[in-house]
Protein backbone atom coordinates (compact mmCIF):
# COMPACT_ATOMS: atom_id res chain seq x y z
CA UNK A 1 0.00 0.00 0.00
CA UNK A 2 2.68 2.49 1.10
CA UNK A 3 4.66 1.73 -2.34
CA UNK A 4 1.56 2.23 -4.45
CA UNK A 5 0.98 6.06 -2.65
CA UNK A 6 4.65 6.68 -2.87
CA UNK A 7 4.52 6.00 -6.36
CA UNK A 8 1.32 7.95 -6.74
CA UNK A 9 2.77 10.94 -4.81
CA UNK A 10 4.54 11.89 -7.46
CA UNK A 11 2.11 13.30 -9.71
CA UNK A 12 0.03 15.39 -7.40
CA UNK A 13 0.59 19.13 -6.88
CA UNK A 14 2.83 19.21 -3.67
CA UNK A 15 5.57 17.02 -5.29
CA UNK A 16 6.03 18.65 -8.77
CA UNK A 17 9.16 19.98 -9.53
CA UNK A 18 13.55 16.62 5.86
CA UNK A 19 15.85 13.45 16.64
CA UNK A 20 15.62 13.39 15.20
CA UNK A 21 18.86 14.59 14.15
CA UNK A 22 18.74 16.65 16.76
CA UNK A 23 20.47 18.65 19.16
CA UNK A 24 20.54 20.12 22.06
CA UNK A 25 18.42 23.18 23.44
CA UNK A 26 21.50 25.66 22.89
CA UNK A 27 21.60 24.45 18.88
CA UNK A 28 17.60 24.67 18.73
CA UNK A 29 17.72 28.46 20.02
CA UNK A 30 19.75 30.07 17.39
CA UNK A 31 18.41 32.87 15.22
CA UNK A 32 19.72 33.62 11.86
CA UNK A 33 22.33 35.87 11.83
CA UNK A 34 24.85 37.15 9.23
CA UNK A 35 25.57 34.91 6.52
CA UNK A 36 29.24 33.71 6.36
CA UNK A 37 29.81 32.87 10.27
CA UNK A 38 31.15 30.12 11.69
CA UNK A 39 28.84 28.23 13.63
CA UNK A 40 29.55 25.24 16.25
CA UNK A 41 30.25 21.54 15.26
CA UNK A 42 29.16 18.71 17.30
CA UNK A 43 31.15 16.51 19.45
CA UNK A 44 29.44 13.67 18.08
CA UNK A 45 29.98 11.81 14.58
CA UNK A 46 28.60 8.51 12.89
CA UNK A 47 31.50 6.36 12.91
CA UNK A 48 34.05 4.59 15.54
CA UNK A 49 34.02 5.52 18.72
CA UNK A 50 32.62 9.03 18.67
CA UNK A 51 29.72 7.30 16.59
CA UNK A 52 26.19 5.99 18.00
CA UNK A 53 27.74 3.13 20.07
CA UNK A 54 29.90 5.65 21.13
CA UNK A 55 27.58 8.50 22.27
CA UNK A 56 26.94 7.91 26.07
CA UNK A 57 30.73 8.38 26.58
CA UNK A 58 31.17 11.65 24.80
CA UNK A 59 29.03 13.02 27.89
CA UNK A 60 27.37 12.36 31.19
CA UNK A 61 24.53 13.92 29.73
CA UNK A 62 24.34 11.41 26.73
CA UNK A 63 23.39 8.49 29.44
CA UNK A 64 19.95 7.47 27.54
CA UNK A 65 21.77 7.18 24.52
CA UNK A 66 22.68 3.42 26.01
CA UNK A 67 19.98 3.11 28.79
CA UNK A 68 16.41 4.44 27.70
CA UNK A 69 14.10 2.04 26.38
CA UNK A 70 12.44 4.74 24.22
CA UNK A 71 14.95 5.64 21.32
CA UNK A 72 14.19 6.82 18.08
CA UNK A 73 14.85 5.78 14.99
CA UNK A 74 12.71 3.04 14.79
CA UNK A 75 11.31 0.48 12.08
CA UNK A 76 7.68 1.21 11.77
CA UNK A 77 5.52 -1.54 11.58
CA UNK A 78 2.71 -0.50 9.64
CA UNK A 79 0.29 -3.41 11.82
CA UNK A 80 2.06 -2.17 15.08
CA UNK A 81 2.30 1.81 15.07
CA UNK A 82 -0.56 3.52 14.37
CA UNK A 83 -1.75 6.46 12.36
CA UNK A 84 -1.91 10.09 14.33
CA UNK A 85 -6.46 10.33 14.03
CA UNK A 86 -5.45 14.18 13.50
CA UNK A 87 -3.43 16.29 11.31
CA UNK A 88 -1.16 18.92 13.04
CA UNK A 89 -2.23 22.85 12.33
CA UNK A 90 0.91 24.33 10.73
CA UNK A 91 2.08 27.39 10.44
CA UNK A 92 5.41 28.06 8.38
CA UNK A 93 5.96 32.04 6.79
CA UNK A 94 7.97 32.02 3.88
CA UNK A 95 10.81 33.81 3.89
CA UNK A 96 12.96 35.80 1.68
CA UNK A 97 16.08 34.25 3.09
CA UNK A 98 17.25 31.71 6.36
CA UNK A 99 20.74 30.86 7.57
CA UNK A 100 21.64 27.63 6.18
CA UNK A 101 24.31 25.57 8.60
CA UNK A 102 27.03 22.62 8.46
CA UNK A 103 26.84 21.13 11.82
CA UNK A 104 29.23 18.60 11.10
CA UNK A 105 27.07 16.17 11.12
CA UNK A 106 23.94 17.28 9.33
CA UNK A 107 23.31 20.76 7.49
CA UNK A 108 20.14 22.67 8.99
CA UNK A 109 17.49 25.87 7.95
CA UNK A 110 17.01 27.93 10.92
CA UNK A 111 13.52 29.19 10.47
CA UNK A 112 10.74 30.29 12.66
CA UNK A 113 7.10 28.95 12.95
CA UNK A 114 4.16 27.29 14.81
CA UNK A 115 2.33 23.91 14.92
CA UNK A 116 -0.47 22.76 16.70
CA UNK A 117 -0.89 19.38 17.51
CA UNK A 118 -3.77 17.43 20.13
CA UNK A 119 -4.13 21.12 21.12
CA UNK A 120 -0.86 22.13 22.19
CA UNK A 121 1.80 24.44 20.64
CA UNK A 122 4.95 23.81 19.49
CA UNK A 123 7.67 26.72 17.78
CA UNK A 124 9.52 25.45 14.66
CA UNK A 125 12.89 26.02 15.24
CA UNK A 126 14.80 24.22 12.42
CA UNK A 127 14.87 21.63 9.88
CA UNK A 128 17.27 19.44 8.71
CA UNK A 129 18.54 16.16 6.46
CA UNK A 130 19.49 12.68 6.88
CA UNK A 131 21.27 10.65 4.64
CA UNK A 132 20.10 7.92 4.29
CA UNK A 133 16.91 8.36 5.89
CA UNK A 134 16.97 7.02 9.35
CA UNK A 135 13.45 5.64 9.87
CA UNK A 136 12.31 2.46 7.79
CA UNK A 137 9.09 1.90 6.85
CA UNK A 138 7.93 -1.75 6.89
CA UNK A 139 11.54 -2.54 6.64
CA UNK A 140 12.80 -0.93 3.79
CA UNK A 141 15.15 1.75 3.63
CA UNK A 142 14.59 5.10 1.93
CA UNK A 143 17.77 7.72 0.44
CA UNK A 144 17.09 10.51 2.83
CA UNK A 145 14.98 12.35 5.33
CA UNK A 146 14.12 15.14 6.32
CA UNK A 147 13.17 16.50 10.12
CA UNK A 148 10.88 19.83 11.17
CA UNK A 149 12.00 20.08 14.95
CA UNK A 150 9.66 21.97 17.50
CA UNK A 151 9.86 22.84 20.93
CA UNK A 152 6.78 23.50 23.41
CA UNK A 153 7.29 25.72 26.61
CA UNK A 154 7.73 23.02 28.80
CA UNK A 155 10.61 21.89 26.99
CA UNK A 156 8.92 19.04 24.97
CA UNK A 157 9.56 18.22 21.57
CA UNK A 158 7.69 17.56 18.40
CA UNK A 159 9.21 16.21 15.21
CA UNK A 160 7.69 16.05 11.58
CA UNK A 161 9.39 13.53 9.26
CA UNK A 162 9.59 13.05 5.64
CA UNK A 163 11.36 10.47 3.89
CA UNK A 164 12.44 10.70 0.28
CA UNK A 165 12.35 8.05 -2.62
CA UNK A 166 14.06 8.60 -5.70
CA UNK A 167 12.05 10.63 -8.78
CA UNK A 168 11.16 8.33 -11.26
CA UNK A 169 9.87 11.05 -13.75
CA UNK A 170 12.93 13.76 -12.85
CA UNK A 171 10.48 15.94 -10.49
CA UNK A 172 11.94 17.18 -7.04
CA UNK A 173 10.15 18.56 -3.86
CA UNK A 174 10.16 22.15 -4.61
CA UNK A 175 11.02 23.17 -1.14
CA UNK A 176 14.45 21.35 -1.55
CA UNK A 177 15.39 23.52 -5.05
CA UNK A 178 16.14 26.71 -2.67
CA UNK A 179 19.26 24.46 -0.90
CA UNK A 180 20.53 23.04 -4.10
CA UNK A 181 23.48 24.02 -5.95
CA UNK A 182 24.91 27.49 -4.41
CA UNK A 183 24.04 27.31 -0.92
CA UNK A 184 24.75 23.62 -0.67
CA UNK A 185 28.05 24.00 -1.87
CA UNK A 186 28.74 27.08 -0.29
CA UNK A 187 28.54 25.14 3.29
CA UNK A 188 30.56 21.84 2.25
CA UNK A 189 33.15 22.65 5.35
CA UNK A 190 31.96 21.58 9.00
CA UNK A 191 31.23 24.74 10.70
CA UNK A 192 30.40 27.02 7.69
CA UNK A 193 26.99 28.77 6.81
CA UNK A 194 24.97 30.53 4.28
CA UNK A 195 22.44 32.27 3.60
CA UNK A 196 19.58 30.72 1.20
CA UNK A 197 17.15 32.37 -1.71
CA UNK A 198 13.57 32.51 -1.36
CA UNK A 199 11.24 29.80 0.78
CA UNK A 200 8.21 29.02 -0.04
CA UNK A 201 6.62 26.21 2.46
CA UNK A 202 3.40 26.04 1.14
CA UNK A 203 3.79 22.63 -0.47
CA UNK A 204 5.45 20.95 2.81
CA UNK A 205 2.56 22.32 4.66
CA UNK A 206 0.15 21.19 2.95
CA UNK A 207 2.09 17.69 2.94
CA UNK A 208 2.19 17.37 6.13
CA UNK A 209 -1.47 18.83 6.35
CA UNK A 210 -2.97 15.82 4.32
CA UNK A 211 -1.23 12.35 3.99
CA UNK A 212 -1.02 9.44 6.56
CA UNK A 213 1.04 10.29 10.36
CA UNK A 214 2.41 7.52 11.68
CA UNK A 215 2.69 8.71 15.36
CA UNK A 216 4.76 7.28 17.91
CA UNK A 217 6.93 8.31 21.10
CA UNK A 218 10.69 8.15 20.64
CA UNK A 219 13.63 10.22 21.29
CA UNK A 220 16.21 12.67 19.67
CA UNK A 221 18.10 10.83 17.61
CA UNK A 222 21.15 12.33 18.24
CA UNK A 223 23.02 12.88 21.78
CA UNK A 224 21.76 13.78 24.19
CA UNK A 225 18.77 11.08 22.97
CA UNK A 226 16.51 12.83 25.13
CA UNK A 227 13.08 10.75 25.06
CA UNK A 228 9.10 11.56 25.43
CA UNK A 229 9.81 12.99 22.15
CA UNK A 230 6.24 13.14 19.82
CA UNK A 231 7.24 11.75 16.26
CA UNK A 232 4.91 12.23 13.64
CA UNK A 233 6.78 10.08 10.33
CA UNK A 234 4.42 10.67 6.97
CA UNK A 235 3.54 7.78 5.50
CA UNK A 236 3.52 8.57 2.09
CA UNK A 237 7.17 9.58 0.58
CA UNK A 238 8.36 12.86 -1.28
CA UNK A 239 10.48 12.74 -4.54
CA UNK A 240 14.28 13.39 -4.74
CA UNK A 241 15.91 13.58 -8.03
CA UNK A 242 19.31 11.65 -8.26
CA UNK A 243 21.19 14.30 -8.67
CA UNK A 244 19.43 16.05 -5.69
CA UNK A 245 20.30 13.46 -3.47
CA UNK A 246 24.11 13.14 -4.35
CA UNK A 247 24.13 16.40 -3.80
CA UNK A 248 23.13 16.72 -0.05
CA UNK A 249 24.65 12.68 0.38
CA UNK A 250 28.26 14.47 -1.17
CA UNK A 251 27.62 17.37 2.13
CA UNK A 252 26.12 14.94 4.76
CA UNK A 253 28.04 11.99 3.93
CA UNK A 254 26.61 9.30 6.48
CA UNK A 255 24.50 10.05 9.07
CA UNK A 256 22.08 8.12 10.49
CA UNK A 257 21.37 6.30 13.80
CA UNK A 258 21.06 2.83 13.65
CA UNK A 259 17.37 1.29 13.85
CA UNK A 260 16.32 0.98 17.92
CA UNK A 261 14.75 -1.28 19.44
CA UNK A 262 10.75 -1.58 19.28
CA UNK A 263 9.33 1.54 22.02
CA UNK A 264 9.02 0.45 25.09
CA UNK A 265 11.62 -2.45 24.85
CA UNK A 266 15.18 -2.45 26.16
CA UNK A 267 17.66 -0.44 24.94
CA UNK A 268 19.86 -2.36 22.14
CA UNK A 269 23.23 -1.58 23.65
CA UNK A 270 22.06 -2.52 27.19
CA UNK A 271 20.37 -6.18 25.75
CA UNK A 272 24.01 -6.27 23.96
CA UNK A 273 25.74 -6.07 26.72
CA UNK A 274 23.91 -8.44 29.23
CA UNK A 275 24.61 -11.08 26.56
CA UNK A 276 28.14 -10.84 26.62
CA UNK A 277 29.94 -14.13 28.33
CA UNK A 278 30.01 -13.71 32.55
Known sequence: MLVATALAVLSISFVEGS?????PLRNLRRSPQVAGRDVPVNNFTYVGVTGPLGWTGLSTANVKCSTANVQSPINIDHSVIPFSTSHPQINIPNVESAEFENLGTTVEVVIN???TFEGKAYSLKQYHFHTPAEHLIDAPFYPMEAHFVHTALDGTYLVLAALFELSLNGTNTKFLDPLLSGPLHAI?????SA???PLDFSEITQFFSTVPLFKYTGSLTTPPC????TWLVAGTFLPVTPQAFLEFKSVLKFNARYVQ???GQQNLIELAASQLPK
Open 226 to 229: TDGV
Open 261 to 263: NTP
Open 19 to 23: CIHDF
Open 188 to 192: EKPGS
Open 195 to 197: YTG
Open 113 to 115: GTT
